[in-house]
């Protein structure tokens, strides 16, 4: 279950993208961050312990919504637009 859902702004175009394998779509104008968490119940599993992650500051301050595409290119999702056909991995072995 999502921990975002969306309440306005719904009639933007629709982006589609890969999460850890898995088709996923957000709406143009979307942060990565916003697209992830309108996807799925976490946005990465902490490196310190496995735990569920969602992001802390959600303006690019505190480090904590890093995630990569598939090729490893790794980059802060509250401050990284979605684009389509992004392919993003949330964690070492994520992706399908």
């Known amino acids: 279950m999502p921990i975002l859902t969306r309440l306005a702004e719904t009639g933007r175009p629709e982006i589609r993208f890969r ?21 799925a119940d976490r946005l990465r599993r902490s490196e310190f312990g496995g735990r569920p992650r969602a992001g802390f500051c959600l303006m690019g301050a505190c480090q904590d919504c890093w995630v990569a595409t598939e090729d490893g290119q790794r980059f802060r ?6 684009a389509e056909g992004m392919r993003l991995v949330t964690g070492p072995g994520e992706a399908a």
Not at 28 to 39: K, P
Not at 77 to 82: D, G, H, K, L
């Open 77 to 82: 999702a509250c401050s990284t637009a979605i």
């Open 19 to 39: 999460l850890d394998g898995c088709p996923a779509t957000a709406l143009a104008g979307d942060t990565v961050l916003t697209a992830i968490l309108t996807s």
